[in-house]
Structure formats: structure tokens, C-alpha cells
């Protein structure tokens, strides 16, 4: 069964410094997302993305992030200068319009420590 | 505004007993529901969702959910739990008239916890 990959499965930074999240979404899925759970609270949607752009992103989702698609496979997530705030896990996910009502498959995360 | 709502933490439920994990909503349009359950060290996985029709809803592993309008809940269900089924459990709805890409909203999370 298809799934959503992302690497690396745990990433360890230094405050400012500037870190990129990779996935590979499901291959004809063509609606991408991004988003954030802080250890113990809630899921938080950071960005979503559709025929290379930015459709909506949050209020979290501030000028220190971007989002990318650089080549047919891979959706990245880049942080500029990572804060202490920003340790978390990060979930990507994808859709298939061809569903109709987008239900989103999660990929297993990248948990980003920052130091 | 879109909101989702779990009010318990933590359900204790003993293996084979019935389940429930309770979830509200509060969106402007119809809504989409969904539930996902997250294992240790695992991403959401998918469990089930309510689009429209049949309000009882079933999906993976015995897990069914029923929508319900005017009380504006999406409580997951089970009839007899596993010791498996011990995880954490999130509701999540999208407002159907927000477009087709629309983001998630995911509640607190409720700890499924089976107990032999």
C-alpha cells in the first residue's frame, strides 16, 4: 500500500540555525500539506500546497518557514532560523483529489529537537 | 471559527468491553469528520470518515463512528476493545464549503487505554 515516507526520522539542530524537513508523498496525490504537534498538545496545521503554490497557511507558519517542491517526488519544509519553540514533531501529509473529500494520509514525522 | 472538541484525556476500558471516544464540533458549513489514531513513534493513521449518508460510519480494525447533527458529535465507537486498540486518538474536521484542500482541524487527543 502506498504511503507517505519522511526523513530523516529525527533531527537535532542548534538555535538558528536553518534545518529542512524532506517527504515523498503518495506518487498521484497532488495536494500537500505540513503540520506541527508540540510535544502533548494538539495536531496544528502549518501549510498546504497545490500546483506549486501555496494555498493557506496558519498564522504559526510566519517568513522563517517555506515550502517547496523541487522536483516531481519530494515536498520539503525549510525553518531559516529554528527557535527553541519550534521542537516538535512534524507531520507531512497528501491527498488525492480523485477521492473527492481530501482525506489526508499522514507520513510517520520527523521530531525536531531544537538546542 | 472551526473547532473540534475531545473532553476526556484518557478512557480506561476493560478488553471486550465497548468503547467510546466522545468528539464535538463547531463548524459554519457541513462538515467532513474524520478520526485518526497515532501509536507511539508512529504518524496519524487513518480510521474513518463522515462525508455524507448513513450517519453511522465504519472503518478500519471494528472502529465505527456516528455523525449526529444537533448534538454536532462524531463519537468513535467499538464493540469489544482489544488491548491493541491502546493508542491515542484524534478527531479532526474540515468545513465542506471551505474549499478542496482545506486544512485539518485535529482535537486535544483522547489516551485509549485497554486494560487486560
Known amino acids: 500500500e502506498p504511503e507517505v515516507t519522511q526523513t530523516p526520522s529525527h533531527q537535532v539542530t542548534q538555535m538558528g540555525q536553518e534545518v529542512i524537513l524532506r517527504c515523498v508523498p503518495i506518487?498521484?496525490?497532488?495536494?500537500f500539506y505540513w503540520y506541527r504537534q508540540i510535544l502533548g498538545q494538539k495536531v496544528e496545521f502549518l501549510v498546504s500546497?497545490?500546483?506549486?503554490?501555496?494555498?493557506?497557511k496558519s498564522e504559526i507558519f510566519d517568513d522563517q518557514f517555506s515550502v517547496e517542491r523541487p522536483d516531481g517526488s519530494n515536498f520539503t519544509l525549510k525553518i531559516r532560523s529554528t527557535k527553541l519553540e519550534d521542537s516538535a514533531m512534524y507531520f507531512c501529509?497528501?491527498?488525492?483529489?480523485?477521492?473527492?473529500?481530501?482525506?489526508?494520509?499522514f507520513g510517520p514525522g520527523t521530531r525536531l529537537t531544537v538546542l | 471559527a472551526q473547532s473540534v472538541a475531545q473532553p476526556e484525556d484518557q478512557v480506561n476500558v476493560a478488553e471486550g468491553n465497548p468503547l467510546t471516544v466522545k468528539c464535538t464540533y463547531s463548524?459554519?458549513?457541513?462538515?467532513?469528520l474524520f478520526w485518526y489514531v497515532q501509536y507511539p513513534n508512529r504518524g496519524l493513521q487513518f480510521l474513518l470518515k463522515?462525508?455524507?449518508?448513513?450517519?453511522l460510519v465504519k472503518g478500519s480494525y471494528g472502529f465505527e463512528a456516528e455523525f449526529n447533527k444537533s448534538q454536532t458529535s462524531f463519537h468513535l465507537k467499538k464493540p469489544s476493545a482489544l488491548v491493541s486498540d491502546s493508542a491515542l486518538y484524534f478527531c479532526?474536521?474540515?468545513?465542506?464549503?471551505?474549499?478542496?484542500?482545506?486544512?485539518?482541524?485535529f482535537g486535544a487527543g483522547t489516551r485509549l487505554a485497554v486494560h487486560p
Open positions: 500546497f497545490y500546483n506549486n503554490e501555496i494555498s493557506e
Open positions: 501529509a497528501s491527498s488525492d483529489p480523485g477521492q473527492g473529500y481530501h482525506e489526508q494520509f
Open positions: 479532526a474536521v474540515r468545513d465542506a464549503l471551505s474549499g478542496g484542500y482545506n486544512k485539518l482541524i
Open positions: 463548524v459554519s458549513g457541513n462538515p467532513y
Open positions: 506518487s498521484n496525490h497532488l495536494y
Open positions: 463522515y462525508i455524507t449518508g448513513d450517519n
